[in-house]
Each structure stands twice: as C-alpha cells, then as structure tokens.
C-alpha cells in the first residue's frame, strides 16, 4: 500500500481507479480521462495534488541560501506573495527537482513533486551548513488545484468574502495567505485556475463542497495530457539528473545575472553554454493516426536520432502530440519509430495548447 | 463488474469470439478489457487477407495510457474490418460487444471450443 492523501476515502468513493504514483496511491480517473480534460479546458475541475511537498523556508539567511541552492534567482522575487519557477541542479548541472518557488511574509514557501521530497531535502539539509535558515516539512498540509477557465470565478463563490476578494485580485503566478490558508493563482495545466494548500483537516470538507457544488474531480490522467498539451515538464519523464535545464526548454528559468551569485551547478552549466548545447526539447506532432510514447526513437534526416520524453494523444487536438530530446540542429521534420514503422512527424515549439486555443 | 454475455467465448488475453450463423467468427474486446485500458483513442486494424494461428497479434488499441495488442482468438483468414474505428475509437468503451474489431473465416472452428466460456471468464477475471 502506498501514502494515501487525506482524500484517499473520497476518491475511492468518487469511484476513482487508483494507481500508484511516486510510491502515492493517486486517482487516475473517475471514470474517463478525456472527458475530464475537456472539462479543465472549457470549465473547471480539481485536483488532489496533496501528494505534492511543501517545505517553508525560515531563517535571516534563507534568501542568501535559496539563491546559492537554485538556479534561477529568488532575488527577483521583489514583494511577498510573488512566485517563481525554478531547477535545483546538482553540481553537474542536472536537474534534482523542479519546483514553484513563493515568497511570503515570514520567508519562503516550496513547492516539490512528490517522487522526489524526501530526496530534495536530504540535498537541501546537505548544503545548509554555513546558513542560518531552517527547513520546515509541511506535512499538516493538503493542496488542491482548481484549474480551467471558470475556476476562480466559482471559487471565489464558494468561500468566505476575504477569501473570495483575494481570489478576484490575485495575479498570475501570485499566492497568498488568507487565514490558515495559501491561495496562488498557478497551476500545471496551460489554464487559468488555483493552487489551494490548506491543513489537511479542513481538505476533506473543502473537495466535498467543491463537488456538490459541480466542480468534478480530475485525475492525475488528465493532469498528465493536460500539462504535455501546455508543453510543461514533467520531473522523472522530460526531465531528470542527467538533463541539463538547457536541454529542457527550461533555460529561461536559469538566471545567470548578477554574474558573481554562485549556485549550485553555475560552472557547470556555464561550461555547457560556452561550448554549445548539443541537445534540445522539441513539440512532436504525428499528423497520421496514432499514439507517440515514451522512448519511442527519432530520427532526424541527416542529422541524428533523439527519443520522445513523453508522449500521449491529445484531446484538445485529437492527435498525437509528444516533448522529444533531439539535437540542436534539428529543424521541422522528423519521423518517429511506432511498431517497426516509421511515422513522419512535425517539429514544433513544445507548447501546443494554452488557454483553450491550439497553438500549432 | 464488466458485461459478460452469455452467448460469446473469450480469451484470457480479453478478445471475445462469436461464432456466427455463416460459419464466421466476429471478434472484439471485453467490456472488462476497455474498463482496464481506459479512453481508447487509436486502433490499429489488421488487413482484409491476412491469415492468423490463434493467439497471432492482428491488431493494437491504443488508449491515453498504454497500448496493446490484440490476438485473433481463432485461426483463420481476416475477412471484415470494423473501419468504423478508424474515424470513432472509442466505440469500444462504450459498446464493447457492439463494436466489432474484425471477423475471420476460422479454418478450426474446434478451436473455439477451447476458448473460456462467459462463467469461466468471469472466474479468470476474478468476478
């Protein structure tokens, strides 16, 4: 038996199919992944992301720390309740986790996946040494995602006034505290929508009301085609140890100015800049029928091979779309190996849907 | 629990098997397969022609989550595809026994008699 959320209970009555992610037992679905995908881009669902892990960072020197422990810059988060993206890289400059960066009043809040929690802090607890700053598990915690076009306008129907007005003026990539709770206008889907972390006792109460109210609950397969649709990242799948953020599309989260802060992985990335990046993330488009998958190969015409990181068909589409590793020069063709067969495939910017719109 | 008509046999890899009134055998997947493979959104037809042994791949339903092969439960020679999912896939979520993969002229029809009735499909599930 894997960790269960304290939504576990709902879920399996909700008649979710559950299935093990990252040693979570999560919901795949409730009944069927496509129509809840439809159901974030052209309203709203939510989501029990409580497996995720938030770590608070308190301390004098937790701003000086963040900016020595990751690769893009915490300094320019410039008031409380602003948010960033960013890589934590080890000292060869591969990606140990990826994570939502906030800055609140009494420090700074993380947000990790939850595959790789316990060996985030183990890494961060390795490198606090010289740092007044303390590590904070927030493991009294859920945290609900609320996505899709309608979601904040119904949410903040369903909560008290302070709460309600906070949710109307919050701005992208915003969170703040209200109470006992946190409320961030992010999100892993290409929609508008919520990320709601609240004490684990009051979860249970908050995804009932938000069910009765015709808020359907979403599964992480839907979570899944939904984030590859808006071209995000997925830790473990697109990206890992042995992947340079430069590799990843993420290189604009890597912030290399003010050019004397040294963080973890700086030289070794900056090596890899100086001498040129050999491998990129591209979209993948199969205009035939049928399904791109992980680790399927791709082949480059007189340039090389690469391998899809993750692949899926995408309802909003209603083709196969795919993230692909390939070499740098890699232009708008390629053909990808399904069965022995060889499919040709469209080379695109990996962003495919956002906001309800097909971007390619 | 998934639909198991009475009047159908199956195979343990989830085709059904029909043995219709001209002598030919009509295949497709159980509703207990669909549950298990989720939205099915691609299947990939075997070809009018082509000749199977029993338990040959003859074709792969791909779902959002994973894809799989099918297995002709017969031997026999392919002479109906279902191109219907081509252009609606997930006709095999919701009619399972209504939407029909293929059809074969089986060179055995003995051959049927060893494929699982709908209670000992039932028991192999483990319903």
């Known amino acids: ?360 | 629990m998934s639909n198991i008509p009475a009047d159908l046999r199956f195979a343990e890899s989830h085709e059904w098997a029909r043995l219709e009134t001209d002598g030919t055998v009509t295949v497709g997947i159980s509703d207990h397969a669909q549950e298990a493979l989720g939205d099915v959104v691609y299947v990939e037809l075997t070809e009018i022609g082509n000749v199977f042994a029993a338990r040959d791949t003859a074709g792969v339903v791909e779902s959002v989550k994973a894809a799989s092969d099918i297995y002709s439960p017969v031997s026999g020679e392919v002479i109906a595809i279902n191109e219907d999912l081509n252009g609606s896939p997930e006709l095999l979520n919701s009619d399972p026994y209504g939407a029909w993969i293929f059809k074969v002229k089986p060179s055995n029809t003995a051959e049927l008699e060893k494929l699982l009735d709908a209670a000992a499909y039932k028991s192999a599930i483990g319903e």
């Not at chain 1, 316990?118 to 009294?140: I, N, P, T």
């Not at chain 1, 609900?144 to 119904?154: D, E, F, N, V, W």
């Open chain 1, 1 to 360: 038996m894997g960790q269960r959320t304290p939504l576990f209970d709902l879920h399996v009555a909700l008649g979710a199919k559950m299935v093990d992610f990252g040693g979570w037992d999560m919901p795949l679905h409730y009944g069927s992944q496509v129509e809840e995908h439809h159901q974030v881009r052209r309203d709203c669902g939510v989501f029990d992301v409580s497996h995720m892990t938030v770590i608070d960072i308190v301390g004098s020197q937790a701003k000086a720390w963040l900016q020595y422990l990751l690769a893009n810059d915490v300094g320019r988060l410039l008031e409380p309740g602003r948010a960033l993206y960013s890589a934590m890289l080890n000292t060869e400059g591969g990606v140990i986790d990826d994570m939502l960066v906030y800055l609140t009043d009494s420090g700074y809040r993380l947000v990790v996946n939850a595959a790789t929690g316990a060996k985030d802090l183990a890494w961060m607890r390795a490198h606090l040494a010289g740092f007044e700053v303390q590590l904070v598990e927030r493991s009294d915690l859920a945290m609900l995602a609320i996505q899709g076009p309608h979601a904040r306008h119904k949410i903040a129907e369903l909560v008290t006034s302070a709460r309600g007005a906070l949710i109307q003026h919050l701005q992208p990539f915003e969170g703040r505290s209200e109470g006992d709770w946190f409320i961030a206008r992010t999100g892993y889907t290409g929609e508008d929508g919520l990320e709601i972390i609240l004490p684990a006792a009051q979860a249970p109460g908050f995804f009932n009301d938000l069910v009765g109210a015709g808020i359907p609950p979403i599964g992480l397969g839907a979570r899944d085609t939904l984030r590859l649709e808006a071209g995000m990242n997925l830790y473990g799948q697109d990206i890992d140890e042995s992947v340079s953020p430069l590799a990843a599309n993420i290189a604009w989260t890597i912030a290399w100015e003010p050019a004397e802060r040294d963080f973890i992985g700086r030289t070794a990335i900056e090596k890899e800049r100086a001498t040129g990046v050999k491998l990129k993330l591209v979209g993948l488009v199969l205009e035939e029928r049928g399904v791109l998958r992980a680790h399927q190969v791709v082949r480059i015409a007189e340039v090389g091979e690469g391998e899809i990181t993750s692949g899926s068909f995408s309802p909003t589409l209603s083709k196969s779309i795919a993230l692909a590793r390939v070499p740098m020069a890699t232009a708008d063709r390629a053909e990808v190996e399904i069965r022995g067969k060889w499919y040709p495939v469209r080379v695109v910017q990996p962003n495919f849907v956002r906001h309800g719109k097909a971007l390619i």
